[in-house]
């Protein structure tokens, strides 16, 4: 276990390993998503009460799925980058924090388009709403924060610790809909119950969640590859590498 | 472990349990600023302020909507199954109000306790159905037990 643990800070092990985990990831990705999606927006069937436009659950819902799990992946990562210093926990961080942001974008968006003609409004400074909003400027925060400081190390700290003071705000957007009044309403899916919709709905919102998680899998080997190349640029393995004409 | 990485660890749970401790301190005490609505038990109550702008939310109560024929205007009253408030409107409703819907009003409250809105919003469930079952649920529900009221499974 432990010599596993050792073994992923190795940038180089990682790149192979990333290498061939990605045209899996892929593959499966864009089959599960593409199966959820087209199920979901063109065969389900239409809500009772909504008609046509709750579809936009297929996309609102694993979007903000992935935004707030791939928040808490990167409190992961910067708990291991305080205290093991591993450079890779920092890699993954910087990686994959613009793609929490547009996920996290999207979201709101797909909200907000669904709210209009749903609720009667774009936005309310709902708790739910807000705390999202304040997912996407940790997100920036933490981009902003990263290109702010030059030297490698002390961004990597930094970083981290923004990350994580920002994780309790994970727990607020969670559990938003059952500790105050608000307007969203609460969870569909729940770990511990019964989804509240039937099969023929859920199964594609759950395919297309699974698709865009293999996906989101993909993006964050393919982002983390290219900043291991930028940094490793002066190590000898890099060289033969690009020198192959992989590159 | 090795003793610097644990102590950096325990300075890491540190930082996390005082913010956790931090926050979920600050968020109880503004708890009725982050509430966007009073509901009707707050409001018969005498919680709410009088001529404030706020929002109060709950279902629009069964057979009570009432439509002024020559305007846009609307009074219904509003419930949680407790208590209820009867609410007055001008303007054009959402396509999801109705009868039995859960709504958040935002406007202002009078001094004989009625809440004058100048904006109504609708407020979903968690629960999507194919209309099938709706219709089949609701056949259902009419032809067994009339006088009980379905109307406590239902959220706002």
């Not at chain 1, 996290?104 to 968006?109: H, P, V």
């Not at chain 1, 920002?166 to 009044?181: K, L, R, T």
């Amino acid at each position: 276990m432990w010599q596993f643990f050792h073994k992923l800070g190795s940038p180089k092990w990682f790149f192979g390993i990333a290498a061939r985990l990605m045209p899996w990831l892929l593959a499966g990705g864009i089959l599960l998503l593409m199966a959820g999606i087209v199920w979901g927006l063109a065969f389900a069937p239409k809500d009772y009460l909504q008609g046509n436009s709750y579809r936009i659950i297929f996309i609102h819902v694993p979007t903000a799925f992935l935004a707030q799990s791939v928040y808490v992946m990167m409190a992961v990562a910067a708990v291991v980058t305080l205290v093991w210093r591993m450079k890779l926990a920092d890699v993954f961080v910087k990686s994959v924090a613009p793609v929490g942001l547009v996920l996290t974008f999207l979201s709101l968006f797909t909200g907000a388009v669904w709210g209009k003609p749903t609720w009667g409004t774009w936005w309310v400074w709902d708790a739910r709403l807000t705390s999202m909003l304040i997912l996407l400027f940790l997100y920036g925060g933490v981009i902003a924060l990263d290109r702010a400081i030059n030297d490698e190390k002390s961004a990597a700290r930094a970083v981290s610790v923004l990350v994580l003071v920002g994780v309790v705000n994970i727990p607020i957007i969670q559990y938003s809909v059952e500790w105050w009044n608000t307007l969203h309403q609460p969870s569909t899916f729940k770990l511990t119950e019964k989804p509240s919709m039937p099969a023929e709905m859920w199964v594609p919102l759950l395919l297309s969640v699974l698709g865009l998680y293999l996906l989101f899998g993909w993006l964050a080997c393919l982002r983390m590859q290219t900043e291991i190349l930028l940094r490793e640029q002066r190590a000898r393995w890099v060289k033969d590498y690009v020198l192959a004409g992989r590159g | 472990m090795h003793p610097i990485r644990k102590k950096r660890l325990t300075i890491v749970l540190f930082l996390l349990v005082g913010l956790a401790i931090a926050v979920g301190l600050t968020t109880y005490a503004l708890r009725q600023n982050i509430n966007l609505f009073y509901d009707p038990t707050q409001i018969s109550a005498g919680e709410a302020p009088v001529d404030v702008r706020i929002r109060a939310g709950g279902m629009v109560e069964e057979g009570s909507v009432l439509r002024d024929p020559d305007s846009l205007m609307v009074e219904f009253k509003v419930t949680d199954f407790n208590a209820s408030v009867p609410v007055q409107y001008t303007g054009i409703l959402p396509d999801l109000f109705a009868e039995g819907q859960g709504v958040v009003a935002m406007g202002r409250l009078d001094e004989n306790g009625r809440f004058v809105a100048d904006q109504v919003l609708a407020k979903h469930d968690e629960n999507y159905m194919p209309p099938e079952v709706a219709d089949a649920l609701e056949k259902a529900s009419k032809g067994q037990h009339k006088a009980s009221g379905s109307a406590e499974t239902v959220s706002y």
